[in-house]
């Protein structure tokens, strides 16, 4: 059978004693020799609907999956990676017939192979521009550096050209980028996460980079991770590199600027960059890894351990007990035969306000019931997809086959996680990429699955549409889309606070995280339950032109009570529009 660990906050002088028990699904049947690629039972509750044939998706297979909307036409598109390494499909949604349509041209320059795709806009122009990354180990026949496309609408037409952008010379293991603005600059750099570099029957870790943008220029700024660069000739190798395999970015201190949360494997410990104001004076920021103070690099079983952490494929960052310190959640890959130094895939729950932050860390793993099993977390992302303002978690947990399946947590009131994926139907197989987004527009947030058949080949991958179903009743939800003129255009690294009359819901606006990422659909959902609106205060990523001034915002939504649910974009003069065709305004 399979089942999850209780999930128990341990209580102490520092921490809240919260019961984060976690409910056990019903253990699956063992006679059943019929291999199940699907959900393994008809839904208890109904509160999803597979209709990927109604949306146009039938026989579609996908390893990673990208919500973006890349025609500028405000409907989401899908693009597809179908393998580990492939060629990019491009699906346009088109409003009339409510399906995603497979492009009849290549948007591309040329034929290109991929293992992940992030859509930014450098240039600030408001179309989708494209970075194409390639992991680089042995199952590629050619490797490639970061590859740029800027993105220009042509007839209604979205069309690529590539751009020659130079990052350091040579050819990487690049596992994860995160774009995000790091300076608040109002550009766009990139954090760049490297794994093992194989040179013959050899490896190891290479150090990963931090890139300072401008539109598609980019210059170095490695020497701002502190001391990632340090390299000892004698040993032929960087002394701090870890293999760096996921990465996320979050406020996690609350400073105004945004901190980077790295998941390394092999036992490494994770690294969280902490982004700090340079004691030198000199403007420039800098970068310390404050993850074995924090309790982010491992448990506390591998603290002392150079190698106790666990293989760590991605972190990500959010309030979910609306408290007001941010958390985290860890996926790790983790089997039974483990020392119970090796780190499991946990919550790790933030216990104070002040510097540095600590996590309690609550581990959770699943149990096969005959001694032996095995967990991939490949993949997470939060979404209230019930509207009670408490955030859920799916998991992409995946790769052990036939037990390893989509995981829902679902956050009770009591701040408990509960798995209720097999009761709702959705426990699909080997789930990989999987997004968010609202596919129907009915201000509900729905989600969209992938699937590989690792480690067995009858499994026929396919991709799985679920439509969020759950009764609205006398629920709020809102969706904001930021518009940055002066910040990035999508304002990602913002952090915004909703605050209701019963409490106050924080979330960071990020859309491509961890290893090899697939990306969510744009737009911060919030689930209000049946609270009312009062404000919303938005810390956009960028510094005033006096270059001294955080630009916070507070935005009232009292006029926005009488609808359960409001699509509004924020714009950085301190306006709402209704429309996110209209356009922003310049504050100076």
Same mark, same amino acid.
């Given at each position: ?10 209580? %102490? ?67 597809? /990676? ?32 991929? %293992? ?15 970075? #194409? ?61 490297? +794994? ?68 390394? %494997? ?6 969280? +960059? ?54 985290? #959640? #860890? ?66 947990? %995946? ?70 179903? #759950? ?10 889309? /930021? ?24 979330? +960071? ?30 810390? +956009? ?48």
């Amino acid at each position: 059978m399979i089942f999850l660990t209780s999930l128990l906050l341990i209580d %102490s002088c520092s921490h809240k004693n919260i019961d984060t028990k976690t409910v056990a699904p019903k253990p699956y049947n063992k006679k059943i020799d019929k291999l199940i690629s699907g959900p393994t039972k008809k839904p208890v509750i109904n509160q999803f609907i597979d209709q990927t044939e109604l949306y146009g998706l039938r026989n579609i297979k996908a390893t990673n999956l990208y919500a973006v909307d890349f025609n500028h036409d405000s409907f989401t598109d899908l693009v597809v /990676l179908p393998e580990h390494f492939s060629i990019p499909d491009f699906y346009q949604f088109e409003g009339n017939s409510n399906k995603f349509i497979k492009l009849d041209y290549n948007p591309l320059p040329e034929v290109i192979r991929g %293992s992940y795709l992030s859509f930014v806009d450098f240039n600030k122009d408001g179309i989708l521009d494209l970075v #194409v990354g390639t992991l680089n180990l042995k199952t590629e026949l050619t490797k490639y550096p970061l590859r740029f496309y800027k993105g220009v609408i042509i007839n209604n037409k979205i069309y690529y050209s590539h751009i020659n952008v130079n990052l350091s010379r040579g050819i990487r293991p690049t596992a994860t980028i995160s774009l995000f603005d790091y300076n608040l600059d109002g550009h766009l750099d990139i954090f760049e996460g490297n +794994w093992y570099e194989y040179t013959g029957k050899k490896s190891k870790p290479i150090n990963d980079q931090l890139y300072q943008g401008n539109g598609f220029k980019f210059k170095n700024a490695t020497g701002f991770l502190f001391k990632e660069a340090l390299y000892s000739k004698d040993q032929e190798k960087y002394l701090n590199a870890r293999p760096s395999f996921g990465v996320s970015t979050c406020d996690i201190d609350q400073n105004g600027y945004p901190d980077i949360l790295v998941s390394t %494997s092999s036992g490494f410990k994770n690294k969280l +960059w902490l982004n700090q104001k340079n004691i030198l004076n000199t403007g420039q920021r800098l970068f310390k890894d404050f993850g074995v103070e924090s309790e982010f690099s491992s448990d506390y079983d591998g603290k002392h351990s150079p190698r106790g952490g666990g293989n760590s494929f991605y972190s990500l960052c959010t309030d979910y007990n609306n408290d007001g310190i941010m958390d985290i #959640v #860890v996926g790790e890959l983790s089997h039974s035969y483990d020392t119970e130094a090796r780190d499991r895939s946990a919550f790790l729950t933030g216990t104070r306000k002040t510097f540095p932050p600590v996590f309690l860390r609550t581990e959770y793993h699943t149990d096969s019931g005959d001694g032996g099993w095995n967990q991939g977390d490949r993949r997470g992302v939060f979404f209230d997809y019930d509207m009670d303002g408490l955030v859920d978690l799916l998991v992409d947990n %995946s790769g052990f086959p036939p037990k390893s399946r989509l995981i829902l947590f679902r956050q009770e009131e009591n701040h408990s996680f509960a798995d209720l994926s097999e009761a709702l139907g959705i426990n699909i197989l080997n789930p990989a990429g999987t997004v968010t987004l609202d596919i129907n527009r009915d201000g509900q947030m729905d989600f969209i699955s992938g699937q590989t058949n690792i480690r067995n080949s009858k499994i026929v991958p396919r991709l799985y549409v679920f439509i969020n179903k #759950v009764l609205r009743l006398k629920k709020r939800s809102f969706r904001f889309h /930021l518009k940055g003129i002066h910040s990035n255009s999508h304002g990602y690294g913002a952090l915004l606070k909703l605050k209701t009359n019963k409490t106050t819901l924080t979330k +960071w606006n990020e859309t491509i995280s961890g290893p090899l990422p697939s990306q969510n659909e744009s737009g911060i959902y919030f689930g209000l339950g049946e609270g009312l609106p009062q404000k919303i205060t938005v810390n +956009w990523p960028i510094i005033l032109k006096d270059k001294k001034t955080q630009h916070i915002l507070e935005y009232s939504l009292k006029n926005f009570q009488k609808k359960l649910h409001y699509d509004l974009v924020l714009c950085e003069d301190g306006s709402i529009l209704l429309d996110r065709t209209q356009n922003c305004k310049r504050l100076f």
